[in-house]
């Protein structure tokens, strides 16, 4: 079993960076494939991003190719999500999910869930 937290969240404005950590405890991080997922207000939950157990494969929603970069280092147990060039649409709570896959991008096959950590981007 693995916990997950996550922090960095925050308000930001138009344009602004921010970069997410979810540092994983329990069993390694390596032993699992991550995501990190958001969920705005009134909407479901839906994938942003994917890392493979190792890192050598990634996956982005087409919303923000180009502006999230996800990594993990696995000596420290922890996954990141840069993101940059933020918009507004962008304001969700964001979850980071543990998977025994190498890498999904389906949701259902995630096993273990963080808390959610709150962004904001206002206009």
């Known amino acids: 079993q693995v916990q997950l937290v996550e922090s960095g969240g925050g308000l930001v404005q138009t344009g602004g960076s921010l970069r997410l950590s979810c540092a994983a405890s329990g069993r390694t991080a390596s032993s699992y494939g991550m995501g990190w997922f958001r969920q705005a207000p009134g909407q479901e939950r839906k994938l942003v991003s994917a890392?493979?157990?190792?890192?050598?494969?990634?996956y982005y929603a087409d919303s923000v190719k180009g502006r999230f970069t996800i990594s993990r280092d696995n000596a420290k147990n922890t996954v990141y999500l840069q993101m940059n060039s933020l918009k507004p649409e962008d304001t969700a709570v964001y979850y980071c999910?543990?998977?025994?896959?190498?890498?999904?991008?389906?949701?259902?096959?995630?096993?273990?869930w963080g808390q959610g950590t709150q962004v904001t981007v206002s206009s």
């Open positions: 999910a543990a998977t025994r896959m190498v890498v999904t991008t389906r949701g259902s096959m995630y096993d273990y």
């Open positions: 890392i493979s157990k190792s890192g050598g494969d990634t």
